[in-house]
């Protein structure tokens, strides 16, 4: 069943825990993150980038993650990630998207609030939920590239401040994620995330998260964090699983048999991070 994220969160923030959030690419990947939160009864997040929607469109996605919906007995929210600009948020609500975000990150503060203010003016009025992040998140995704940031973490004054003034439904914290393949061992600032989650009230949220080891996504959780995000390591999964079949072989032509591998290893790897983030058994 298609759901708001607003729905799925607040019961997340409410019973300390949270909700992963994977971006998909293609059917296949709509049906293997389908079917491990269909095996773990747990609530999910389907979302895809301003990259992705490229591809195939924000009426394509959409189908595709609301006929999964439709024959699931779980929660299912269908996120735009990342919306670059008012009218790339306002055209996934259009299509039927179920919660949007607006990514004013890389704009001056007011700018940000101003921007986010705008969209969520329109989803708000036909009750779909807005993610807005403040500070920068590094790293490279579709589109997105945050290299270079000179200030790596969210300031806290500033993010009591913004979602005040935004009235946003989550916030997206820079504390020390990135996006794309880490070189190194990612270290999440939990002194940071603390300070935010003790003067915002709405769900926090973490970005970049693949390759960010589980313990480390465990404690973001007790510290506010109520949605997850993972994109890279899905692709990975996905990549492995094909190339593992056409290694074996070679002579293979029908996409659905080295398809149903990424499928598998794609819904191994969510079903995996489903019990991280504690939202098994929570549909």
């Given at each position: ?6 729905e799925?969160l ?5 019973n300390n825990?949270?909700v992963?959030?994977f971006?998909?690419e ?11 939160a269909?095996?773990?009864k ?6 895809t ?14 189908a ?10 779980v929660?299912?929210?269908?996120h735009?990630?990342?919306g ?11 299509t039927?998207?179920?919660?949007i975000m607006?990514?004013?990150s890389?704009?001056?503060?007011e700018?940000n ?10 989803c ?6 807005v ?5 920068r998140?590094?790293?490279k995704e579709d589109?997105?590239?945050?290299t270079g940031?000179?200030?790596?973490y ?5 993010a009591?401040?913004?979602?005040e ?6 916030l997206?914290?820079a504390?020390g ?5 880490y ?11 603390s ?6 009230s709405?769900p926090?949220v ?11 996504v ?7 964090v109520?949605k997850?995000?993972y994109?890279?390591?899905l692709?990975i999964?996905?990549t492995?699983?094909i190339k593992?079949y056409m290694n074996d072989n070679?002579d293979?032509?029908?996409p ?8 598998e290893?794609v ?11 504690g939202?098994?058994?929570?549909a």
């Open positions: 069943m298609l759901v708001t994220s607003k799925i607040q019961d997340a923030q409410k825990y949270a992963g959030a971006n998909v293609n059917m296949e990947m709509v049906l293997a993150v389908m079917r491990a269909e095996e773990t747990s609530p999910v997040i389907m979302q980038t301003p990259g992705t929607v490229k591809f195939a469109g924000f009426d394509f996605y959409f595709n993650i609301r006929a999964a919906a439709e024959r699931a007995a929660p299912v929210v269908c735009l990630d990342h670059n600009s008012f009218v790339n948020a306002v055209l996934a609500f259009k039927g998207y179920t919660s607006i990514d004013g890389k704009l001056p503060f700018g609030i101003a921007l986010t203010r705008s969209v969520v003016e329109v708000h009025a036909g009750n779909i939920p993610e807005a992040e403040l500070g998140v590094g790293g589109d997105l590239d945050n940031t000179i200030n790596p969210t300031d806290p004054d500033e009591a401040e913004f979602v003034r935004t009235h946003c439904d989550s997206a914290v504390v994620t990135a996006h794309g393949v070189k190194g061992t990612p270290q999440v600032n939990f002194a940071v995330l300070k935010i989650h003790d003067v915002v709405v926090l973490l970005h970049g998260t693949s390759g960010v080891p589980d313990e480390q465990r404690e973001a959780i007790r510290r506010g109520c997850v995000n994109a890279t390591d692709r999964a996905f492995r699983g593992n070679h293979a032509f029908d659905k048999k080295y398809g149903a591998m990424g499928i290893e819904k191994k790897y969510v079903a995996q991070k489903m019990e991280v983030v939202s098994c058994g929570k």
